[in-house]
T-cell receptor, first 117, second 115 residues
Framework: AQTVTQSQPEMSVQEAETVTLSCTYDTSESDYYLFWYKQPPSRQMILVIRQEAYKQQNATENRFSVNFQKAAKSFSLKISDSQLGDAAMYFCAYRRKYGGATNKLIFGTGTLLAVQP | GAVVSQHPSRVICKSGTSVKIECRSLDFQATTMFWYRQFPKQSLMLMATSNEGSKATYEQGVEKDKFLINHASLTLSTLTVTSAHPEDSSFYIC???????????FGSGTRLTVV
């Protein structure tokens, strides 16, 4: 069974600085999808970034980028120029590629990010 | 973009009563919807997967007779918490997918309080 591990329950960063959130996963499959979701105090789940495992290039979305190390099964999220609005719970998630629409997201335990002014 | 509407956002009910939570995909047809439960500062726990027109698939340990899920159309899934008890108090979130590609869209969640 696939598992997702986030080893940092809480992180803190100064405004305008850079922070990296860690995520590792375990799977025997070669092709899959990885995601980072943000859950602010409103508790609305917001997709931050996604990565397809067969793509070597790391995904980037504005200030958010990932470091995808397939062999190491590592998928870290880097937030550059941190803003107060980035404060939230961040979840790493895995999804099988094959098997149809019923594929569920497997979430990590989350990292609570605080941004200090 | 894809929008999922979840109602109500908050509900308080008396112990022993039932409460229904709706999840609607507003601008796409959702072949599959997922229902999650989340405790404070914890991750999302998948309760069940529902496919339009068929019975929901429940995760191990989830009481199917207590958490009734119906997915009668491609745009609506409902979760009914039957005979609610205080320990059912939690945050419930739905998500939907069209089955195309890998996109998931989440509802805004429902905070259920059973008194």
């Amino acid at each position: 069974a696939q598992t997702v591990t986030q080893s940092q329950p809480e992180m803190s960063v100064q405004e305008a600085e850079t922070v990296t959130l860690s995520c590792t996963y375990d799977t025997s499959e070669s092709d899959y999808y990885l995601f980072w979701y943000k859950q602010p105090p409103s508790r609305q789940m917001i997709l931050v970034i996604r990565q397809e495992a067969y793509k070597q290039q790391n995904a980037t979305e504005n200030r958010f980028s990932v470091n995808f190390q397939k062999a190491a099964k590592s998928f870290s999220l880097k937030i550059s120029d941190s803003q107060l609005g980035d404060a939230a719970m961040y979840f790493c998630a895995y999804r099988r590629k094959y098997g149809g629409a019923t594929n569920k997201l497997i979430f990590g335990t989350g990292t609570l990010l605080a941004v200090q002014p | 973009g894809a929008v999922v509407s979840q109602h109500p956002s908050r509900v308080i009910c008396k112990s022993g009563t039932s409460v229904k939570i709706e999840c609607r995909s507003l601008d796409f047809q959702a072949t599959t919807m997922f229902w999650y439960r989340q405790f404070p500062k914890q991750s999302l726990m998948l309760m069940a997967t529902s496919n339009e027109g068929s019975k929901a698939t429940y995760e191990q340990g989830v009481e199917k007779d207590k958490f009734l899920i119906n997915h009668a159309s491609l745009t609506l899934s409902t979760l009914t918490v039957t005979s609610a008890h205080p320990e059912d108090s939690s945050f419930y979130i739905c998500s939907a997918t069209t089955g195309v590609g890998y996109g998931y869209t989440f509802g805004s969640g429902t905070r259920l309080t059973v008194v």
